[in-house]
């Protein structure tokens, strides 16, 4: 690693990596996992610098790289019992927190977050992270497809699945009010 690369390995840590904690920590759920996630993608980003289409945006590759990586060790966890479980999102969401009231600040705010929470971690990989980057991120359902490397109609069917079990987990108190 000469100096010129590694100060463009600096300069892409610097520029993203707070988006990319954020984003990790609301898909794996757990801060040391969230921190493992987004040093394996700079690294896998740093390895593939060379392959990097300029006209393309850098935010939207490094993206994808973290939602393959976020995948990977999600995957990986459910294959490893003896792996602790993830923090409930109530227990991170003062870190991840904006001013801005988007639905994980909603639905902590009405006492909900253990029940998406459980929902969660009843999810698979792929339905987590989609859930996370449309209902979290806010992202379209294309940008989803493109970012996780499956067709439209995938992405909508993982989300809706994902959907589904957070409602399941809510239904016992939308029918107590």
């Not at 921190?35 to 993206?63: C, H, M, P, S």
């Not at 409930?88 to 904006?98: C, W």
């Amino acid at each position: 690693m000469n100096d010129d690369d590694l100060d463009v390995f600096l300069s892409l840590v610097e520029g993203h990596r707070s988006y990319m904690y954020n984003l990790a920590l609301r898909m794996t759920g757990n801060e040391q996992d969230a921190k493992d996630v987004v040093q394996e993608a700079l690294i896998a980003g740093y390895l593939n610098l060379a392959g990097f289409e300029q006209r393309a945006d850098l935010r939207t590759w490094l993206n994808r790289i973290l939602v393959n990586c976020a995948l990977d060790h999600l995957r990986r966890r459910r294959r490893r019992p003896d792996v602790s479980e993830p923090r409930p999102l109530s227990d991170v969401i003062d870190i991840v927190a904006s001013s801005a009231p988007d639905p994980e600040r909603l639905v902590a705010s009405a006492g909900w977050g253990q029940q998406v929470s459980t929902a969660m971690d009843g999810m698979s990989p792929l339905e987590r992270v989609t859930f996370a980057l449309r209902h979290f991120e806010g992202r379209s359902i294309s940008e989803i497809a493109q970012a996780v490397g499956i067709s439209h109609n995938a992405a909508k069917q993982h989300i809706f699945r994902a959907v589904r079990k957070v409602r399941l987990a809510l239904e016992p108190h939308w029918s107590g009010r």
